[in-house]
């Protein structure tokens, strides 16, 4: 099996004056490629620092990170960016779309910033944009829509570069249980298609739709579960 | 399609401005007041110079021109006929020919009161009294037949010249070479006519609106049938004059010896006058003159736009901060769906130099405005260069570009992930 992003004892550690926090410590795993992975854990555990360091938006203190086959370490700030742009699609709690553009500007903001982004962009954020249900709203601006129509946005933002990671942190944590399904829906759908998703919940309902479960504990992986004979 | 990136950066600059339309309005003003300065400085001071080069062509740069004064009325004599004597001498004349080094020649000018009429025709021009040399002492050039000769001098020949305004006036249908006008009860032979000239504020032709057109005549022939008395007629009153010379035109030899000979006449008049009843006009005092009137407005307005610029610039990058700060969250999106430093430098610079080129145009309208109302109300000279508005324009643009470079580069450098959680 391919495998999109691998840990070598990867520790995250931030100084605070004289105590330092380890927020990871020391992870190792190889996420492989169509894989979905739900990673779990309590508050302050550090899902939220493991997924940055996947999403290549911090570096680990220790340790080594792979993505695709590329060494982290070896990257600089304008390729970590490019490879942000390319292959990473990032789906947030609070949604983050950016208030000023339309929905449809706001689907292409990752290929605005790709060294050379492929020519039918538009036609490719029209067709997400239908996909997640929203093709009559393309000049709506965020506020104007409701949340779960705003993560729907967000997730065919994410889309937009056919990445070969989709992280989501707390994706569904803003949303009421019937929105919530509507978006788990969608990853299972992406699912099916084969990309690899990585979301991270506290809620034991969003887990289970997950292939996989990696529990944290204390910046280290807990356990790993397999749920219910996979796909 | 994907318009080109910074059409784009344009575009989202000005959408992220318009969601605070005011806080946009008044940060401009700064840039506004500072290129309006600018551009009315550059046109204040270009009208200055182009004034004064214009005199200078006209009255002659290697020329000193010396002119009859009436002095401030004497309050003693109060009748209603009498005859007052001031102005340049003949005497004067003969001074600056003979004794003055440098003079390479110069020109008496004698101004008559005269009616002149051709048939039914009336006309009241200056009518001037002088010596073959003027047309070459003042520049002035020949339209048709030939300027005053030195044998019309020895002969004292009633013959004339007519600038073109008079010739166009007495003779509108016909060429006046050979015909002959009536000065006063005199006939006088039309000889040749000249080409009009530029006229300026100074010009004194220009000053009375009664005088129009000017005729020229020898000197001696003036002498003889005209005499030194002249008689005004003012409000009632009966007023005689006796002026000698009304202008003396001295052409020197180099530009390097005008002031010498300026020096010079001024001294020589001051010595033999016993009133101030004559002005000394050097017009290459003029130009001095001129490029210091430029260089204090330039001083002062340079000043207005140094100051506004500043002040402009420094409220650009106080919103600029403001900006970034309350858009921290956007900058962490954007870098996590893949901006470059770049991308983020290159988002706020440009909505800074939208700021400031915003404030620019408004200020390049304001400063082709204020040119406008100064040439209204303060009647000075004003000349607007192409140059200026793209002075104006090149100004704003750095501006917003040197204020919006720390801003910016503040945006940059922050840190993806502590931006993104950023409240
Ligand atoms: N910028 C930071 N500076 C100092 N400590 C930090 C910073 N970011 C995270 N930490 C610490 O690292 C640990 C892990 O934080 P992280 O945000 O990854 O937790 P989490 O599992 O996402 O928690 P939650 O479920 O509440 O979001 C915590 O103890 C947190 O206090
Ligand atoms: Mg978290």
């Known amino acids: 099996m391919e495998i999109v992003a691998s840990l070598r004892e990867v520790s995250r550690v931030y100084k605070m004056g004289d105590n330092e926090v380890r927020a990871l410590d020391g992870i190792s795993h190889d996420f492989g490629a169509g894989e979905y992975w739900a990673i779990m854990g309590s508050s302050g555990s550090g899902k939220s620092t493991l997924l940055n360091i996947l999403g290549c938006i911090d570096r680990p203190t220790s340790g080594s990170y792979r993505v695709r086959g590329q060494e982290m370490a070896d990257l600089d700030d304008d390729d970590l960016s490019e490879l942000r742009g390319r292959h990473i699609g990032f789906v947030f709690q609070s949604f983050n779309l950016i208030p000023q553009l339309n929905v449809l500007e706001n689907i292409l903001v990752p290929l605005f910033y790709q060294d050379d982004p492929p020519p039918d962009g538009e036609e490719r954020a029209v067709a997400l944009a239908e996909r997640v249900g929203l093709g009559d709203r393309l000049d709506h601006r965020p506020l104007e829509l409701s949340g779960g129509q705003q993560q729907r946005v967000a997730i065919a933002r994410s889309l937009i570069n056919d990445p070969a990671l989709i992280l989501a942190d707390e994706a569904t944590g803003n949303l009421d249980s019937h929105t919530t399904e509507e978006i788990l829906d969608l990853f299972d759908e992406l699912h099916a298609e084969g990309k690899t998703i990585l979301l991270v919940t506290h809620e034991d309902e969003v887990g289970t739709r997950a292939q996989h479960v990696m529990r944290l504990s204390d910046g280290r992986i807990a356990e790993l579960v397999e749920n219910g004979g996979g796909r | ?423």
């Open chain 2, 1 to 423: 399609m994907l318009h080109s990136p910074v059409l784009r950066s344009v575009r989202l600059g000005i959408k992220s401005l318009l969601l605070h339309k005011l806080r946009s309005l008044l940060t401009t003003l700064g840039v506004l007041f500072g290129v309006s300065s600018v551009v009315a400085m550059l046109a204040i001071g270009e009208g200055a110079s182009a004034e004064a080069q214009e005199q200078i062509k006209q009255l002659g740069s290697q020329n000193v021109i010396l002119r009859s004064v009436k002095p401030p009325e004497d309050l003693v004599s109060n009748q209603s006929t009498r005859v007052s004597s001031y102005g340049l001498t003949r005497l004067d004349f003969e001074r600056i020919i003979d004794t003055f080094p440098w003079v390479r020649r110069a020109v008496p000018v004698r101004e008559l009161l005269q009616e002149v009429r051709h048939g039914r025709r009336k006309l009241n021009p200056r009518v001037l009294a002088t010596t073959p040399d003027y047309l070459a002492v003042t520049g002035r050039i020949l339209a048709e037949g030939r300027f005053l000769s030195q044998r019309d001098e020895d002969l004292v020949a009633n013959v004339c010249v007519l600038d073109d305004e008079a010739a166009r006036y007495l003779f509108p249908f016909d060429s006046p070479l050979g015909k002959r006008i009536k000065i006063d009860a005199d006939y006088f032979t039309v000889v040749g006519t000249l080409l009009p000239r530029v006229r300026t504020a100074d010009d004194p032709a220009a000053a009375g609106a009664a005088v129009t057109g000017e005729v020229l005549l020898p000197q001696r022939t003036g002498q003889r049938w005209f005499g030194e008395l002249q008689v005004k007629i003012r409000s009632g009153s009966r007023e005689m004059e006796e002026v000698q010379l009304h202008e003396i035109i001295v052409e020197v030899d180099r530009p390097e010896h005008v002031p010498l000979v300026a020096a010079a006449c001024r001294e020589m008049l001051r010595r033999n006058h016993r009133q101030q009843d004559y002005e000394v006009v050097v017009p290459l005092e003029l130009l001095a003159r001129a490029e210091e009137t430029k260089r204090i407005f330039n001083i002062v307005l340079g000043s207005i736009a140094g100051i506004s610029l500043l002040v402009g610039g420094i409220g650009i990058m106080n919103v600029m901060l403001a900006t970034v700060t309350e858009r921290t969250r956007e900058i962490g999106i954007r870098r996590a769906l893949g901006a470059k430093r770049r991308h983020i430098v290159m988002q706020f610079l440009v909505e800074a130099v939208v700021l400031s080129v915003g404030g620019g145009l408004l200020g390049i309208l304001l400063g082709l405005a204020i040119p406008w109302l100064v040439e209204w109300y303060a009647d000075l000279r004003t000349i607007v260069t192409p140059e200026a508005p793209a002075l104006a324009f090149g100004v704003s643009v750095a501006t917003g570009l040197v204020f919006g470079l720390y801003p910016a580069w503040r945006a940059a450098t922050m840190d993806p992930v502590e931006a993104l959680r950023h409240e």
